[in-house]
């Protein structure tokens, strides 16, 4: 009896199942593509090929890590031009000495910091802010969505702390987006043009609200680097990369030396098996 109703709920299952997936394929067969997703599929474009430091060599990103230089200057394009839309909450300014700033260096750029700390007085009990420290994290730009859409034409700037692992191959998609801005094609559908927003093929409805941000020369690099469009987009990109992931040498050394003891384990688990079955005849 027992196993008469298994094979029945089994039966309902695998039925259940058949009749979601025959559905599925003839709603998928039925539905009609809009104009407007033919045209993302015909006009938008894929992410471009960047060998970051951190992939490593052919790309396997197990050996590579992270450029200090490049994180401090990606850390100058981020302050200077990122910093006045897009919050960095994630990223604590003592972190920055990681990626080669001196304790003197954070201190001070912590103190000059264009947003300041929200503070309770406590003579007065009463909100208040104060110059920020190495130990907070980098202030909000805007102090709530409201008044963030409301600076920004009703479009939410996201914050940047795990913006690179928020989509798959983010430090590409990334750099593709905000490098990526493009004049709008000759042979574009006009009733598909979105006013008031700007075309980026790299971003997935074409049209974005945020501007292009980069231009040569926009920023003077401290270390003398000449500030290109694509070296400032890679730079930023890689600080970003760095703030999703501080961690990732470290975890790749971990790992590394993981295998390195299991490989010696192995061996010498091997060689103490052939020394105590030598004598055992078969």
């Known amino acids: 009896m027992f196993?008469?109703?298994?094979?029945?709920?089994?039966?309902?299952?695998?039925?259940?199942l058949a009749l979601a997936a025959v559905t599925g394929l003839i709603d998928s067969a039925g539905a009609e593509t809009s104009e407007a997703d033919l045209v993302r599929e015909e006009f938008h474009a894929s992410n471009k090929d960047v060998h970051w430091s951190w992939e490593g060599p052919m790309g396997l990103g197990v050996f590579g890590?992270?450029?200090?230089?490049?994180?401090q200057r990606g850390f100058q394009v981020y302050?200077?031009?990122?910093?006045?839309c897009h919050?960095?909450?994630?990223?604590?300014?003592?972190?920055?000495?990681?990626?080669?700033?001196?304790?003197?260096?954070?201190?001070?750029?912590?103190?000059?910091?264009?947003?300041?700390?929200?503070?309770?007085?406590?003579?007065?009990?009463?909100?208040?802010t104060r110059k920020a420290t190495p130990a907070d994290t980098i202030p909000l730009v805007y102090p709530n969505e409201i008044a963030a859409r409301a600076a920004n034409n009703n479009a939410l700037p996201p914050d940047m702390s795990l913006l690179t692992k928020a989509r798959p191959h983010g430090s590409d998609y990334l750099y593709s987006l905000i490098t990526g801005y493009e004049p709008v094609p000759a042979n574009f559908p006009e009733d598909q043009v979105s006013e008031g927003l700007h075309y980026n093929p790299h971003f997935h409805s074409l049209w974005i609200a945020m501007?292009?941000?980069?231009?040569?020369?926009?920023?003077?690099?401290?270390?003398?680097?000449?500030?290109?469009?694509?070296?400032?987009?890679?730079d930023v990109t890689a600080f970003l990369?760095?703030?999703?992931?501080?961690?990732?040498?470290?975890?790749?050394?971990?790992?590394?030396?993981?295998?390195?003891?299991?490989?010696?384990?192995t061996a010498f688990?091997?060689?103490?098996?052939?020394?105590?079955?030598?004598?055992?005849?078969?």
Not at 243 to 260: C, D, F, N, Q
């Open 3 to 16: 196993r008469f109703i298994s094979y029945a709920i089994g039966l309902v299952f695998i039925f259940v």
């Open 65 to 71: 890590g992270f450029d200090d230089r490049q994180l």
């Open 241 to 265: 990369t760095w703030a999703a992931e501080p961690k990732m040498e470290a975890r790749k050394a971990a790992g590394i030396g993981t295998i390195v003891f299991l490989i010696i384990f």
């Open 211 to 234: 501007p292009p941000q980069l231009s040569d020369g926009l920023i003077t690099y401290a270390d003398g680097t000449p500030a290109t469009v694509d070296q400032m987009g890679q």
């Open 79 to 84: 302050k200077e031009v990122c910093s006045s």
């Open 87 to 128: 919050s960095l909450k994630r990223v604590a300014f003592r972190s920055l000495q990681d990626i080669g700033f001196n304790e003197a260096e954070v201190k001070q750029i912590a103190a000059d910091w264009i947003n300041e700390v929200p503070d309770i007085n406590p003579d007065t009990g009463e909100t208040t």
């Open 269 to 282: 688990a091997y060689v103490a098996y052939r020394r105590v079955w030598a004598d055992v005849k078969h």
